[in-house]
């Protein structure tokens, strides 16, 4: 290898080059996939490995990229936020992958942001978030709060007439942020305060009786109410059997969640839940034939066809497909360059339209509200007329409202005040 | 309002017609005519099925009721071809049709060939109180208390003569009551006198609960005078009767959670408060009695759908087994090389925790995976203004059945005399012929076992997923130390207490700040009692 590369350089490379080079000098392309297959998060990061692994087949299928085959490094970071750091490192320097594909909770892409930046890489990031951050070497392929929370919420004001809101979530700063968001965006559609109560749980809450008797309590004020939860993972099956226990209706009180998809209503019997709604960007019901062709690859792939698909599994596909048009454009698979070609990179997604790639490094997405199905499944009962672009910084916290963010030059930067007219200006 | 009265006779008639028990001619062609309006939801968004739900119920017949239903349960659907409406069924991989108006079979379908007709929350809303219109002079007394139920939540106001009618002629006096208090939500909704308004919120206010108080806080906000004023009691007078129900209900609550940690907690009283080995291994001797409940179920899924409700009771022995014998191999294979090393026997079971954990997650997939609720243990009832849900009640009588079962094992049997033999005195009873490394493995065993008792309870209101004991260890071991190690007595007290404690907290404090103080109260405590609630006194213990 390391001649090789001296031969390279002599041959009268250019330095920037050197290392597309090195990378040109293997005979596969490699993509990392950092998700975890132990510990807590295993349960909903496995299924994303597994996609991963069925995407870079099928391009293998096609013919690989750039003439050469796709090759995946798996690593397990075992639901340990440091580790996570380590393994992107791993990744990156010892086996030299052109981009990653990973991460779910926040604390997890937190914990890697610097080795991207450090290392100079690419990682695309396909779940749900708060918003509040853009960075030059991650693309976000989830959805921003504008993406999913507050179209959520429109929707039950205007369908549904809800006056009251509950804002109920897992301790931690997805919910944390979210809700700071939602309620500043209620307060500003003129919701009273004493009509939103804000609720958190610890991470795995399993005792939910008391908190859906507050609810119910809370709901009895003589205004139409609504949850809006943010409660996370495993805490949702027992909450959700709580409410059908306890014999809330979705025509009564609606609950609208953000991190319930169809992998998390696999575990549950979902009769009593009929009628609850849940926001995303893309449900395994959605009737297009790109979809119905994915679900078909998914079946054959795991060998089981009762395993569904979900959300964040179509950010990975959106994500895995603009990286490849990506690197096509740019003739290249170094880092700086794919960067570059990302923005603007357009592919179908499973919904039946296209979204792009936008300066801020996030994506366009519909955003769709379906409601629970008896089968586990969601039915889409209402859905943006267009693409709504995700908004890395929101317009309704103070200190965020003024920052935009641009990758392309000259801007570069991900926190542009345009107040002060400076990179870098407030902004968490 | 005639239109109205007429109507509601119409229903009257009907009804009686339908009591007779045929269906005379005349009424055969009106259901015929009321074909193309059900054959009309065939077409349109949630806009026009509002309105086509609205002429379905304006006809005032009951026969369009079966369609509606089905509607609202999301089984109406369209034949493509011809845009003709069914009731369908799921057979094999399509569709048995059922038509809406005669209820006979109208053959089968494949899945490709019909389409559902979409409803949402607000359609079903809206068919709700349809129903409940069209259904109050049912024959059977249940649907009629449905019916008016449904009719309270609607509060419309052009219900109030279809109710005047059927109050005339009811003769159940519990339907009857819950009838009047349907038409006192609707005259509250109405612009009605201000005389009957009141009459409405006296009604209201015996009624009681929060549906009421919802109301009645809607008619004080928007009213004025005499009626804001006995509203304002009203609403008064309920928020104070709740509140005292809100204190029954908490100590329930905290019963339930109480009975939730004692099942978790139960078995490491034993391993860890009998036998004194730190045992982190617990949580998922729980978590493997869950996932035989899964089996349990899934076996009967597939070849015995007719016991399902009885799932539950043959997971229970094949559970303690199951992880009764993974206990005991537990014992022979690790712990045994380990007594009197507290530090090493906690960290070889920590590991074995994660090696379990990570098996699980191999064999079973890291999904939850769907333990269903067998009747009985699903829904719940009412006790004055206090809701039960028949699991936790349930799970509370079971947890302290499981209790009592452990005490007498221990009192009474030979191998509890034992058990407590070996632990009291280990040298005394091998002297008098015990084999004591065999009830060490069978004690552990019992409380391995016991803790996948604990795990098929679980699964009916905790996610069935490998991570399942992880949530309950700490727990089990602040029950325990908290209690009084090597003390039953003081494990049900402890659990119980610690359950109520949380349950009150968590309504000021919230439910993470609640946990930060129950665990900084356990802290205290034992800072003052080292060996928790209940300490065994005697030479064993200082030993």
Not at chain 1, 118 to 127: K, M
Not at chain 1, 397 to 423: H, M, Q, V, Y
Not at chain 2, 184 to 205: C, F, T, Y
Request: net charge negative; aromatic share 8%.
């Amino acid at each position: 290898m390391k001649t090789k590369l001296t031969g390279l350089a002599l041959a009268g490379l250019m330095a920037s080059n050197m290392f597309s080079g090195a990378y040109a000098a293997d005979d596969t392309i490699k993509v990392g996939i950092l998700h975890s297959l132990s510990g807590t998060m295993a349960i909903s990061e496995t299924t994303l490995k597994d996609a991963m692994l069925m995407l870079i087949d099928e391009q293998n299928k096609k013919g690989g990229l750039l003439g050469k085959k796709l090759e995946a490094v798996v690593v397990d970071p075992a639901s340990d936020w440091p580790l996570f750091a380590e393994k992107a490192r791993e990744l990156i320097e010892v086996d030299k992958v052109s981009a990653v594909f990973g991460c779910w909770t926040s604390v997890s892409r937190k914990s890697v942001l610097p080795v991207f930046e450090e290392l100079n890489s690419i990682l695309f990031y396909p779940v749900q978030y708060e918003g509040e951050e853009s960075q030059r070497n991650v693309f976000y392929t989830g959805a921003a709060p504008n993406q999913q929370a507050i179209p959520a919420v429109d929707y039950l004001m205007e369908n549904e007439g809800v006056e009251r809101w509950v804002l109920a979530g897992t301790d931690y700063v997805y919910p944390r942020t979210t809700n700071k968001i939602l309620e500043a965006y209620l307060k500003a559609k003129g919701v009273a305060e004493e009509d939103i109560m804000i609720n958190y749980t610890p991470f795995g809450h399993s005792d939910w009786q008391t908190i859906v008797s507050d609810i119910k309590a809370f709901g009895s004020a003589g205004k139409k109410t609504a949850v809006v939860s943010t409660i996370n993972g495993d805490a949702n099956v027992p909450f959700y059997k709580e409410l059908g226990n306890q014999g809330i209706k979705a025509e009564d009180i609606p609950v609208v969640a953000f991190s319930v998809g169809e992998e998390e209503l696999a575990g549950l019997d979902t009769g009593p839940l009929v009628g609850h709604l849940a926001a995303w960007n893309y449900f395994e019901s959605a009737d297009t034939d790109a979809n119905a062709q994915f679900i078909d690859t998914w079946h054959a792939f795991i060998k089981d066809d009762k395993r569904v698909t979900n959300d964040p599994m179509e950010a990975h596909y959106i994500g895995f497909n603009m990286w490849v048009k990506a690197v096509e454009k740019a003739g290249t698979t170094d880092p700086d360059a794919v960067i570059d070609a990302l923005v603007g990179v357009s592919v179908p997604n499973l919904t039946g339209g296209y979204s792009a790639m936008m300066p801020n490094h996030h994506i366009t997405k519909p955003v769709l509200i379906g409601e629970i199905q008896a089968d586990g499944q969601f039915e889409t009962v209402w859905e943006t007329s267009g693409l709504v672009p995700g908004d890395a910084w929101s317009d309704y916290l103070e200190g965020s409202k003024d920052l935009i963010s641009d990758w392309r030059a000259p801007l570069s930067c991900g926190n542009f005040n345009t107040a002060t007219g400076k990179c870098g200006g407030s902004g968490s | 309002m005639s239109l109205l009265r007429s109507l509601a006779l119409v229903i009257g008639l009907l009804v009686v017609a339908l009591g007779a028990g045929s269906v005379p001619a005349a009424a055969q062609n009106d259901t015929e005519s009321l074909r193309p309006l059900i054959n009309a939801l065939a077409d349109g968004k949630y806009k026009e099925t509002e309105k086509q739900i609205g002429d379905l119920a304006a006809t005032g017949n009951p026969v369009v009721a079966p369609a509606l239903e089905a509607l609202s349960d999301g089984d109406l659907y369209f034949r493509k071809s011809d845009k003709q409406v069914f009731i369908t069924s799921k057979s094999g991989e399509g569709y048995a049709l059922t038509d809406p108006l005669t209820l006979e079979s109208a053959g089968e379908a494949g899945k490709r060939e019909v389409s559902k007709i979409k409803v949402n929350n607000s359609l079903r809303r809206v068919i709700r109180s349809a129903l409940g219109s069209l259904t109050l002079m049912a024959a059977d007394p249940k649907v009629r208390k449905e019916a008016a139920e449904a009719v309270f939540k609607a509060k419309d106001p052009d219900a109030i003569e279809g109710l005047d009618t059927a109050i005339a002629k009811e003769t159940n006096d519990e339907v009857r009551l819950v009838m009047e208090q349907a038409r006192a939500a609707a005259v509250l909704n109405s612009d009605r006198s201000d005389g009957e308004k009141l009459e409405a919120v006296e009604v209201l206010s015996s009624m009681g609960n929060r549906d009421a108080l919802s109301l009645l806080i809607g008619v004080r906000d928007s009213s004025t005078g005499d009626l804001q004023a006995a509203a304002a009691t009203a609403v008064k007078r309920i928020e104070k009767t709740l509140a005292l129900w809100d204190n029954a209900q908490n100590i329930w609550y905290g019963l339930s959670l109480g009975s939730v940690l004692l099942l978790a907690a139960i078995g490491l009283a034993i391993t860890f408060g009998v036998m004194g080995v730190i045992n982190m291994a617990h949580g998922e001797m729980v978590m493997i009695g869950a996932y035989v409940t899964f089996m349990v179920q899934e076996v009967i899924r597939n070849s015995a759908p007719g016991l399902f409700d009885y799932s539950l009771l043959i997971a229970l022995p094949l559970a303690f087994l199951v992880s009764g014998a993974i206990g005991v191999g537990i014992e022979r294979g690790i712990i045994r090389w380990l007594y009197g090393r507290p530090l090493e026997t906690l960290l070889a079971t920590w590991g074995l925790s994660l090696i379990l954990q990570q098996a699980v997650r191999s064999l079973f997939g890291p999904t939850n995976r769907e333990v269903g609720n067998p009747d009985w243990m699903s829904g719940a009832f009412e006790i004055g203004q206090m809701t039960v849900t028949y699991n936790r009640m349930w799970i509370i009588f079971f947890a302290l059945a499981v209790f009592a079962g452990l005490m007498l094992v221990l009192k009474k049997t030979p191998f509890g005399l034992y058990t407590r033999a070996v632990t009291q005195n280990r040298r005394m009873a091998a002297s008098m012929g015990i084999r004591t490394p065999w009830i060490d493995a069978l004690t552990f065993g019992l409380g391995s076992g016991i803790a996948g008792i604990a795990g098929v309870a679980l699964s009916q209101i905790d996610n069935v997923s490998p991570n399942l004991g992880q949530g309950y260890i700490i727990d089990s071991f602040m029950v325990v130390v908290f209690g009084g190690v090597g003390n039953l007595w003081g494990t049900l007290v402890g659990a119980m207490t610690l359950g109520v404690v949380n349950k009150f907290l968590e309504p000021y404090a919230g439910a993470v700040l609640g946990k930060i103080f129950v665990l900084v109260f356990i802290i205290l405590f034992i800072q003052k009692r080292p060996r928790g609630l209940f300490a065994l006194k005697g030479r064993a213990v200082e030993a």
